[in-house]
């Protein structure tokens, strides 16, 4: 799912929302032109999956202007609720949903064309499939606002089969919400390897420094923030050549070099990490290769 580009995917339970920008709606990138004036909007259509609160609580700068969740631009949205009431009037059906997060309501226009009685079994508007209140349904629409109340223009609204989409349609919407408010979450799995990782430099002279060049732990781990000398010794363990009992406490403070006993501390901490262990004493240790 790529929210980043202008690829358009869809969804295992078709809410078609993974996209660039919030997901670009099939045909939305060709045909209509925007006019002289640039007002068009056909190109720049998107579909994003949202929770009834973010609906109600998107922004608009003024009642010309488009709906924006998270700093960003909406056109058409997708979301999830359970029908509280259903009233049907001559040119159309309103749905009130409920979603666990709050309440709207959403208008399905009924076609000129169509006979205008849905107890007609021959009209378009029977051959609809049956919506009944306490069930839940999926909503494609348009945000749209009159006399300072929301509502959604649907273009389509049907029955959930599988409940398992209310859980799938949430982590989603949650998803997509994380990704325009904090980044995408690349960003953070590469600030994790820096920050967390573990950063050593052998000097020339042959010990091992304050720690500026990031080195992976031992089978590629991503190691824990640990104090200067604690990274010293470890990338010496790392480095230097020993038999299966490791190195004493000594030797390494030789080959650091450093004061025994900030050594010690060092081993100590390294060993509260679990990157080390202790072999044939207390104060001889080897690396810990998992």
């Known amino acids: 799912m790529d929210y980043g580009g202008g690829q358009y995917s869809t969804t295992s339970y078709g809410a078609q929302g993974g996209a660039g ?3 670009f709606m099939g ?8 006019g002289a004036a640039g007002k068009g909007t056909y190109g720049k259509d998107t579909l994003r999956p949202v929770t009834i609160l973010q609906v109600l609580n998107a922004s608009q700068p003024h009642p010309d202007a488009d709906f924006s969740i998270d700093d960003v631009e909406i056109s058409q949205v997708t979301f999830v609720g359970q029908i509280r009431n ?7 059906i309103t749905y009130k949903l409920d979603d666990g997060t709050g309440t709207i309501e959403v208008k399905q226009w009924i076609d000129a064309g169509d006979s205008t009685s849905i107890e007609d079994p021959t009209s378009a508007a029977a051959a609809r499939p049956k919506l009944v209140e306490n069930e839940w349904a999926r909503v494609w629409g348009k945000l749209k606002a009159f006399n300072n109340r929301r509502h959604v223009g649907a273009h389509v609204i049907r029955s959930i089969a599988d409940k398992m989409e209310i ?4 982590l989603e919407a949650t998803y997509v919400h994380l990704y325009f408010s904090r980044g995408p979450v690349e960003q953070f799995s590469k600030a994790g390897a820096v920050e967390g ?4 430099r052998q000097d020339a002279g042959g010990g091992y420094g304050n720690g500026q060049a990031a080195v992976a732990g031992v089978g590629g781990r991503t190691m824990p923030n640990m104090s200067p000398m604690a990274r010293r010794v470890y990338q010496m363990l790392k480095d230097c050549p020993q038999s299966n009992e490791g190195l004493h406490v000594h030797n390494i403070a030789a080959q650091v070099p450093a004061n ?3 050594v010690m501390k060092a081993g100590y901490e390294l060993l509260e990490h679990s990157l080390i262990f202790t072999t044939v004493d207390d104060l001889t240790w080897a690396l810990l290769e998992i």
């Open 21 to 23: 920008g919030g997901g």
């Open 27 to 34: 045909g939305s990138q060709g045909g209509s032109q925007p």
């Open 86 to 92: 259903i009233s049907t009037q001559a040119t159309n």
């Open 167 to 170: 859980t799938y349609h949430l």
């Open 197 to 200: 990782g573990v950063a050593f």
């Open 260 to 262: 025994v006993n900030d």
